[in-house]
């Protein structure tokens, strides 16, 4: 295991850089932003924990980088250290320029079930539903 995360390899370095990056910019938005933008990309919340987590070293897809900038309205500073260390990590991955993903939100309204853990797994399997449909509407369309 190792002891210095991040210091085996420039790589691994540069990866738990730009995850550092997005994980102090997502401690200074709104507190649906992780949710907001785990249903974007069409995962779970313990994904985004993955990808803002430097001891995780497992890279962030590129195709995601794009919903990541919308999501998040990361700062032209902020875009421009990510995109940094990013290519610093992953040289050619990022050749086309980012276009930005368009997501829209739409408002559900649920049942308040009284107990924290409830809501949460509803809200969850919402946002699971959802980014599957997406999922969906995207392969027919």
Do not use: W
């Not at 932003?33 to 994904?47: D, I, V």
Request: charged share 30%; proline share 6%.
């Amino acid at each position: 295991m190792k002891d210095d995360v991040g210091k085996d390899t420039p790589g691994d370095k540069n990866v738990a850089e730009y995850k550092i990056i997005l994980r102090k910019v997502l401690d200074n938005r709104p507190s649906g932003t992780r949710l907001k933008l785990a249903a974007a990309l069409g995962k779970n919340r313990s994904f985004v924990s993955q990808i803002t987590n430097p001891a995780y070293l497992v890279p962030i897809p590129a195709k995601h980088v794009a919903v990541i900038f919308d999501v998040c309205h990361l700062s032209s500073a902020e875009r421009a250290a990510f995109l940094d260390a990013y290519g610093r990590a992953h040289p050619g991955r990022l050749r086309a320029p980012h276009r930005e993903a368009r997501t829209r939100v739409i408002a559900v309204t649920v049942p308040e079930l009284g107990d924290d853990k409830k809501n949460r797994a509803l809200e969850q399997l919402i946002v699971d539903l959802a980014a599957q449909l997406a999922r969906f509407a995207e392969s027919v369309g």
